[in-house]
């Protein structure tokens, strides 16, 4: 009776227990199994002819804090076509030398925020022992909605410095991550999906990279491309900070820090500036008229993306890429090349409100689940 409290307790199917030895920091649980009948892996013919015996230690899942060892006594099986062969145990997988509860014990824990090597010591295996079951686990992808979002992450995978990630704009998931963001790949991935579905998509969200545009107009034809508001507002951002570091070139040293130290004040929005900070932009911007003109192009272009009526947003980005290509100043004219060439998407953007916003959080815990693996 006893026998078969411990034996319930183990959990394991079809198993008794036979001896258990305790150590400060091990368990030995030896185990046996009933004979059965068998079927020959090779001829397919069935057998109880018992050829021999051999003992095999398994890993299992730690038990009262200690490193827990199961110490299976195995029948090898003859056959009369001459096949020697093991029986098959649910609880162990072919070739391994630990339990299958064990390596779903393992999968389990790579779900939380925890290193490789913590789960490998709390689990007593290996460090590449956790590697090769993480590189098994597979979660096969969402299946397409109406909208989707694919941007890049800087990782660490074999296949090349950046991944790509695919999101749901909308319900706020992930779809899928890929190990590659290359054209070809993208494609072949593509093109592996449902026609049905891939039509059914009305909107894709991206950034200003021409392979995603070009791949979305391939694969999606219904759908809406959208360049994310992130994306074209840094260039805009990146053009006033470009003529401010070009106009610092002829300061004195003392003026070039002060600029330099000073210029979120250039930056941030003019309304959202105290009085105080007000007057010292308007004194840095007096100082040279492309900045006067960089700042009002600037504070311009912020006003056309907060701006609500999408008719609004319309006419005046259009006025404010004439502008800028006749301001005579070469970080906006480049800007307002770039604005130009990607205007459709651009708007769409304004008139659908949709962003990468999403996919962006994404990125942040994929890199600090990075860091967290790697340690």
């Not at 070739?95 to 509860?101: C, G, K, P």
Request: hydrophobic fraction near 35%.
């Amino acid at each position: 009776m006893l026998n078969k409290h411990i034996t319930s307790l183990l959990n394991l199917e079809g198993i008794f227990v036979k001896k258990i030895n305790h150590a400060d920091n091990y368990l030995k649980i030896y185990i046996e199994t009933k004979a059965t009948t068998q079927i020959c892996p090779c001829c397919h013919q069935q057998t109880k002819q018992i050829h021999d015996y051999r003992y095999q230690k398994i890993k299992d899942l730690p038990l009262q804090f200690k490193d827990c060892y199961l110490i299976l006594k195995k029948r090898r099986y003859r056959c009369k076509c001459g096949k020697r062969f093991y029986e098959k145990y649910p609880f162990l997988a072919r070739y391994q030398q630990r339990t299958t509860r064990l390596t779903q014990y393992i999968a389990n824990e790579l779900r939380n925020s925890v290193s490789i090597k913590a789960v490998a010591e709390k689990s007593n295996v290996s460090h590449s022992t956790v590697t090769r079951i993480l590189d098994t686990i597979h979660y096969s992808s969402f299946p397409l909605k109406d909208a989707i979002a694919i941007d890049e992450f800087k990782g660490n995978a074999e296949t090349g410095k950046y991944q790509c990630i695919i999101v749901n704009p909308k319900k706020n998931y992930i779809m899928d991550i890929l190990p590659d963001r290359t054209q070809s790949h993208l494609s072949a991935y593509f093109r592996e999906m449902n026609r049905n579905e891939r039509h059914r998509v009305k909107f894709f969200v991206c950034d200003m990279w021409q392979p995603y545009v070009d791949l979305a107009y391939s694969y999606f034809p219904n759908a809406v491309v959208i360049i994310d508001k992130y994306h074209f507002i840094r260039h805009v951002t990146w053009a006033i900070e470009n003529v401010r570091k070009r106009i610092q070139k002829s300061m004195s040293p003392t003026l070039r820090k002060y600029y330099k130290r000073s210029r979120k004040l250039i930056l941030t929005r003019y309304y959202k500036l105290k009085d105080e900070d007000k007057k010292a932009c308007d004194l840095m911007l007096l100082y040279n008229d492309d900045l006067r003109k960089a700042h009002m192009l600037k504070e311009w272009f912020y006003d056309i993306c907060h701006n609500e009526k999408y008719s609004i947003q319309r006419k005046e980005l259009f006025e404010w890429i004439k502008n800028a290509e006749n301001s005579g100043i070469k970080e906006f004219k480049k800007c307002a090349a770039t604005f130009r060439h990607w205007s459709k998407e651009i708007l769409n953007a304004f008139k659908y409100g949709l962003t990468n916003g999403v996919t962006e959080g994404f990125n942040n815990k994929i890199k600090v689940l990075s860091v967290y693996l790697m340690v």
